[in-house]
Structures are given as C-alpha cells and as structure tokens.
C-alpha cells in the first residue's frame, strides 16, 4: 500500500509521524505540497520519506488530502483518478458527496488530531456513499493504527470536529493559563508545563476506564468545602461550561 500525502502542514506531519511509528515503511509514503520546497526538503530529511513536486495520483492506492479546504475540490478536479483507490480529505467542512461529485472511487473525510503524530488521535470518519465495505475497513484500519477512530455523518461531524479536531489547542489554552501560577510560585516553566500535562493525561486515562458521569468523578477529587471543591466554585461563577459550549459551538460553524 503506497500512500500520497498531498499538502505537507502539520496535519500532514502529524499523520506520517504517527504512521511511521506504527511500522508503516517510509519508502510507502510520498510527500507533496504547493510551493513550499524547502519544507518537502526538510520532512525527507527527517522521516526519510519520498517527495514529490509533480504528484500523479493515479500512482497511489491512498491519498490523502491534507491542504486547506479551499483548495481540495479544485485540486480533486484537476487529477485523473483510479476507480479503486482510497481518496481520504481531512479538510474541515468538506463533505464526501462534494468530493464524489468529481470522482467514482468513493470519498472518506477524516477529522483526525495532532496527537495522532504520538498514535494517540481522535478521528471522525465520514464515509461517502460510494465508498465500498472494503475501503471503509481500510480507512478505519489506517485511522486506527494511529488512534481511536468514530464513524460520523453530516450532522455530528462539524461537532467531532470542534470536540476532537480543535480541541488540542482547547486544552493548550487552559494549560498556557494554568502555567502562571506554578512559575510564579517558583517551578520553571518546562517542570510547570510537565506537572499540568501529566495531570491532564492522567484524569484523561481515569475517564477512559471510568464509566460514571463526570459529576460524580468531581465528587471524588472534591470534598464538600476543600480546596478542589472551592477552585471548582471558582470556574463555575466564571461559568466555564458556557465558555466551552460557546468555544466549541463556534469552531462547529461553517464560515460564512
Ligand atoms: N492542524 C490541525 O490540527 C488539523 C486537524 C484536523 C484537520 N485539519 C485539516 O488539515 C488540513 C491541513 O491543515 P494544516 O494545519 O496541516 O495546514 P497547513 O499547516 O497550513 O498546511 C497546508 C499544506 O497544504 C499544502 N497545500 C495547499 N494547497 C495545496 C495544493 N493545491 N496542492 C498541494 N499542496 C497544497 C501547503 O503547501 P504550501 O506550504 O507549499 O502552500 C501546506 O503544505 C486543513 O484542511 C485542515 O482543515 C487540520
């Protein structure tokens, strides 16, 4: 299985690092972008994968679309195409009848995450209607060496999108928040950092093996008027719930 990644930004590198990791070859995946060479140049370097400026996709069994979106359809037009080939976007807003409208191999748009890069990512999978109970079990298998994988569909992609696609840089924000008040209280900024991370990975690794609602989890780390139970008072009367409702509703709507 060859695989063609056509935009080369941090999505792109995420996925081949993570895929590299799970023993994929890198002589099985070529890299290209727009303009950027020196970038292919670099990734090459690093990964030892193969670059291309001047892709032809009907060499590839997989190719996965990973330019911003606006770009994908007007690419997806230009190329010629095989009929049995995986055609993956991960492009946010894009759906897979758009994709299937130039094309007869059937579409699959991926939300994956960045921390896909350390196989541990979120992927949304939405499959278009042509595509084949095979190629679907080709693209969980592809996702899934790199993560956990959910199938999705027009109505709770955009929601998977801001939940798993975005929320990386959610959670970057409230660690960049917290930071201060550990270096101010004398921790460098790399222990700091090290410190909330790993209690986030951790309550992360408890809700995964935890089956019971996130209410009664609060109630074992926070004892009626202690100090978890008093900085939980604090992020209410700031109303976080509403913060993030609004945060993720905002990333879920398609720009105008
Ligand atoms: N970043 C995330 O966390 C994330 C998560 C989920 C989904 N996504 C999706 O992944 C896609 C890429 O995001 P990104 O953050 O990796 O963006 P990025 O860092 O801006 O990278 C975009 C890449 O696409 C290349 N490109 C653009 N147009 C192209 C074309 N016509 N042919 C070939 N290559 C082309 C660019 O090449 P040049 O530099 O040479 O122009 C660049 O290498 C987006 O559609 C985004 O919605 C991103």
């Known amino acids: 299985m060859n695989i063609l990644m056509v935009g080369a930004g941090s999505m792109s590198e995420s996925l081949v690092k993570g895929w590299l990791d799970s023993g994929i070859s890198p002589q099985m995946i070529t890299m290209t972008n727009r303009a950027d060479r020196s970038r292919l140049f670099a990734l090459a370097e690093q990964y030892g994968v193969r670059t291309t400026a001047e892709e032809q996709v009907d060499q590839f069994d997989v190719v996965v679309l990973a330019m911003q979106p606006d770009g994908v359809l007007d690419y997806i037009k230009q190329q010629t195409w095989r009929t049995d080939q995986l055609v993956v976007s991960v492009a946010a807003h894009i759906t897979p009848a758009e994709i299937e409208a130039h094309i007869s191999c059937g579409a699959v748009c991926a939300m994956p995450n960045t921390p896909v890069a350390f196989r541990t990512g979120m992927t949304g999978l939405w499959f278009g209607d042509l595509v084949s109970d095979e190629k679907r079990q080709q693209a969980t298998a592809l996702f899934g060496r790199v993560g956990e994988t959910v199938e999705t569909n027009a109505a709770t992609m955009p929601y998977l999108m801001a939940a798993a696609g975005c929320s990386p840089a959610f959670f970057y924000e409230i660690v960049g928040a917290m930071t201060p008040v550990l270096t101010k209280a004398g ?70």
């Open 187 to 256: 921790f460098d900024a790399s222990s700091a950092r090290r410190i909330i991370a790993q209690a986030m990975k951790g309550s992360a690794e408890l809700l995964l093996h935890e089956e019971r609602p996130t209410e009664e989890l609060i109630k074992d780390v926070a004892a009626p008027g202690g100090p978890t139970d008093r900085g939980v008072r604090v992020l209410r009367e700031h109303d976080l719930a509403q913060a993030m409702y609004e945060a993720l509703m905002e990333s879920a709507r398609e720009k105008n």
